[in-house]
């Protein structure tokens, strides 16, 4: 008995690491192949020597070197880390309760006429507002703390998943659903494997459109008070002038945008594998 479970968890460990080495392998081919290094390339060597040259200023334009070397200052004294995980809690949780609702909802709002009848018409009203345009009102009801932040990032990101699940919800083709009814299949049955798999491209879509305008709005909500986030960073480098401590923290959600997107694309890769290739 103890043996069969120290072998479990052996393969549970394996399998983690077999995956870890899948997404890893394929984000930085991404990232390291000849088209996307011939872009990115020239563009580091310019932002390095046009300042340099002085064919740009360099008080408003720092050299890639200088914005390097202001990371790493950052990095020793200014706790950098703790800026970035205590953005990130906040994202993830925002993240989490967001798509917790807003699939769910999609979901039910393509599949059943009656629940679209009562939320879409909700929805057509809520979602032509800004999410920027929250802020008040959330500070009101909130205060400036971390409600606040996750309420915002909430809003940015629930609207565009609710929606691509819904709208990938309600295109889905008829004549999967009349070939699975001929199968017998129930409606319960067509909303798991048929409704839903019809679906994952635009979930998975609305996800990444999500991601973007939940960074938009933990910025938004951190330069309202608060002492710790990225957003804090980057409204003090504002507040003072410091151009590349700004550039920095523009350059680490750049890179936290491109990593969390890069997980969902190796999750379409795993479970959408009719789409790999296209």
């Known amino acids: 008995m103890i043996n069969q479970q120290v072998q479990y968890e052996t393969r549970g460990i394996r399998r983690v690491l077999y995956e870890l080495g899948g997404f890893f392998k394929n984000s930085l081919g991404n990232f390291f192949s000849l088209e996307f290094l011939t872009v990115l390339i020239p563009l580091l060597l310019l932002w390095e020597f046009l300042p340099r040259w002085g064919i740009i200023p360099k008080s408003l334009i720092p050299s890639l070197s200088t914005v390097a070397l202001k990371f790493?200052?950052?990095?020793?004294?200014?706790r950098l880390v703790f800026h970035v995980l205590y953005s990130m809690g906040r994202f993830f949780a925002a993240f989490g309760i967001a798509v917790a609702l807003a699939v769910p909802i999609g979901l039910l709002m393509g599949w059943n006429l009656k629940i679209r009848a009562y939320v879409l018409p909700l929805w057509q009203l809520l979602s032509p507002i800004p999410p920027p345009a929250w802020v008040p009102m959330t500070i009101i009801f909130f205060g400036i703390g971390s409600k606040m932040h996750i309420f915002l990032m909430f809003i940015g990101i629930f609207y565009p998943v609710l929606f691509n699940t819904y709208q990938g919800i309600k295109d889905t083709d008829p004549r999967y659903l009349a070939g699975a009814r001929?199968?017998?299949?129930?409606e319960f049955t067509l909303l798991r494997k048929v409704y839903f798999w019809h679906a994952f491209g635009s979930i998975i879509m609305s996800l990444k459109t999500g991601i973007a305008?939940?960074?938009v709005m933990l910025l938004i909500g951190e330069s309202y008070g608060g002492r710790m986030g990225i957003g804090f960073l980057l409204g003090q480098a504002k507040d003072y002038f410091v151009i590349p401590e700004m550039m920095v923290c523009m350059v680490i959600l750049g890179w936290i945008g491109w990593f969390?997107?890069?997980?969902?694309?190796y999750v379409e890769i795993k479970l959408a594998i009719w789409k790999v290739g296209r």
């Not at 969390?260 to 694309?265: G, M, N, P, T, Y």
């Open 260 to 265: 969390l997107i890069e997980i969902l694309k």
């Open 213 to 215: 305008m939940g960074l």
């Open 182 to 186: 001929v199968f017998g299949a129930s």
């Open 72 to 78: 790493w200052d950052m990095l020793l004294h200014r």
